[in-house]
């Protein structure tokens, strides 16, 4: 995965559920569409952890991809993607079945630091059931 060093898996951030991320997603659209500027910290930032090839097949509405090759770029994007983001800004990352995104979970909590960290349980494939 490219890590030079072990994480806790266990310390990756919330695990949502695939009906819970839905409703996240579609209240988020919601503000986004109505204009609500005054709640844009509440806005999550959502991340499509797959690589480029997996994300031109599709990915969920307002997602931001990491458009890596290999999973182990993932590191040197995340940190400069995520520079200038308050540590407290909610983060959703979701990947295609779940072991990246606990990867990257870990990586944006004990690493950079950021505190409001979720990820997709079970990833797309659990959510597509």
Known sequence: DGLDKPLDWQSAGYDMPPMEW??????????????????DDDVPIVLDCRNAYETTVGRF?????????????SWDVLKDKLKDTPKDAPIMTYCTGG????????????????????????GIIAYDR
């Open 22 to 39: 839905h409703e996240t997603l579609k209240q988020a659209k919601n503000k986004q569409q109505q204009g609500n500027n005054d709640d």
């Open 99 to 122: 072991i990246r995104c606990v990867k990257v979970g870990a990586y944006l909590t004990q690493e950079l630091g950021f505190n409001n960290v979720s990820r997709l349980a079970g």
């Open 61 to 73: 509405d307002g997602a931001q991809p990491l458009d890596t090759t290999n999973f182990r770029d």
